[in-house]
């Protein structure tokens, strides 16, 4: 599968706003030298190869890891501690956050479900505590052979329950709290990522910090340069002294602040457009493509892939031979009202129109406007026919001029809009297809509403679109 590191990173910055600074802020580079993805504290390195091996999903979670080994700066904190013990903890903090988050864990991902309760440090005691326990239990059973006891088959068991462990991690499966083996500690990597610039990174900074202590003006000269590129230890400073449990709580506020913004946002525009047109013309551009958020062929009445058929109703022989007689079997038509009041804005309307491009997949098209009034319908034959539309509106909304605008003899009738407008009064047998979170209830209708993640979705385009205009 292919990656696209501006795609994941507008992703990134919807689910973990709390971290956005970093997120942007942050470098992201190719490295084949290394067989996953690692940070040193400054850049993201990933190799292209291993990402196009995920999910897209597993690949949001790869660069999520990471930007949160930055965010609570695990490098500089791993000072003085047992490296293979911190890598572990580190890992499964962050990996039980993210899944929680809804990411899947990628393969060969530390994996201890107990790290949720947990900081850094805190789970970096217990295992800590645990591996010290256990080394004092290996090294009386050695006593105990060198004593010629009879613990040999123990030993024996012990060994080969080692090695299980190590082949159980080289075939990616995750690593547990019961699982620090010694012998894996020549190598301090761990779970899917690598850790091994952490100590040359560590080093650095100690090194960087003794000089500017020292007075000496080249490297404090470098060092401001560095900061005067790039914001990205300011923003870690105001994270990183927080707790993981904390800062993730955090996010998830910040996510849902983001989300009933959105919402005031919209509501703002119905409240402000009240029951008026402006019958303003506007034009879309690159509208784009996306995949459908229903399927139309089932939703679609009567939806068939052709438009002939070889009839023998009408038949007649020849020569003695039964000559079928060629019908039209028309396909299903449809007829799409989109909602361009107030509320609605480009981004929005864009969403309406890729879905239309969709449906026309599968039936006759033709698409109108309304806000307060009806600005009629426009056939559409080609996809071209949606990008060179001219859409009317701007005003309030009624609900009740759209569903009198429909004709009796389509079998599919299809309203998009947010939803924010009083019901009609006249029951039809419609779709809404409802962009929002305000529940609907037509009389006689079916409604789709669309879920959180495309709310996320337009929250993204809508931020992307901000972004670019500055």
């Not at 690949?59 to 490098?75: K, S, T, Y």
């Not at 010290?132 to 006891?149: A, E, L, M, P, Y």
């Not at 083996?181 to 610039?197: A, C, F, K, R, Y």
């Not at 998830?252 to 047109?277: F, I, N």
């Amino acid at each position: 599968m292919n990656f696209n590191i501006e795609s994941i990173k507008n992703k990134m910055l919807v689910k973990y706003p709390f971290f956005g600074s970093i997120v942007a802020n942050v470098n992201y580079k190719e490295d084949t030298d290394i067989s996953t993805a690692g940070t040193d504290g400054q850049i993201i390195y990933y190799n292209p190869k291993f990402l196009e091996t995920l999910s897209a999903e597993e690949q949001i979670f790869i660069f999520a890891h990471e930007v949160c080994h930055i965010a609570f700066e695990h490098i500089t904190r791993s000072e003085g501690k047992d490296a293979y013990v911190w890598n572990i903890a580190t890992d499964a903090v962050i990996n039980q956050f993210l899944k929680r988050d809804g990411l899947k864990l990628v393969k060969g991902g530390v994996d201890i479900a107990e790290a949720i309760n947990y900081n850094a440090e805190e789970l970096y005691d217990k295992l800590l505590k645990e591996k010290q326990q256990s080394q004092s239990q290996n090294g009386q059973g050695n006593q105990q052979n060198q004593q010629g006891s009879s613990s040999s088959e123990q030993g024996q068991s012990s060994s080969e329950n080692s090695q299980k462990q190590n082949k159980n991690q080289s075939q990616g499966q995750g690593t547990s709290s019961s699982e620090l083996d010694p012998l894996e500690e020549q190598n301090q990597d761990v779970g899917h990522d690598t850790h091994s610039m952490w100590k040359d990174a560590l080093k650095e900074k100690k090194e960087s910090k003794f000089t500017k202590e020292n007075n000496n003006p080249k490297m404090e000269q470098k060092q401001n340069e560095n900061q005067q590129k790039s914001k990205l230890q300011q923003e870690v400073n105001k994270i990183s002294e927080m707790k993981e449990q904390d800062a993730f709580n955090k996010n998830l506020e910040e996510k849902r602040k983001k989300l009933e913004e959105l919402k005031k946002s919209l509501l703002e525009q119905v409240m402000k457009a009240g029951t008026s047109t402006n019958g303003s013309q506007i034009t879309i551009n690159n509208i784009g493509k996306s995949k459908p958020l229903v399927d139309w062929r089932y939703i679609l009445r009567e939806a068939i892939k052709y438009d002939v058929d070889w009839s023998y109703k009408n038949s007649y022989f020849e020569d003695g031979v039964l000559i079928p007689n060629l019908e039209e079997q028309p396909m299903p038509e449809t007829e799409i009202l989109l909602d361009t009041s107030g509320s609605i804005n480009e981004e929005l309307l864009k969403n309406f129109l890729r879905e239309c491009k969709n449906i026309l997949q599968h039936s006759k098209l033709k698409v109108g406007c309304f806000d307060t009034e009806f600005y009629g319908f426009h056939e559409i034959k080609t996809e071209e026919d949606i990008e060179n539309m001219t859409f009317e509106g701007g005003g309030g909304t009624d609900f009740d001029v759209a569903v009198n605008a429909f004709t009796n003899r389509v079998e599919n009738k299809i309203i998009f809009t947010d939803g924010e407008a009083n019901m009609p009064k006249k029951a039809l047998d419609a779709i809404w297809i409802v962009f929002g979170e305000t529940k609907i209830n037509p009389k006689g209708a079916k409604v789709i509403q669309i879920d959180e993640e495309q709310l996320n979705s337009l929250y993204s385009h809508e931020e992307k679109h901000t972004k670019q205009n500055k």
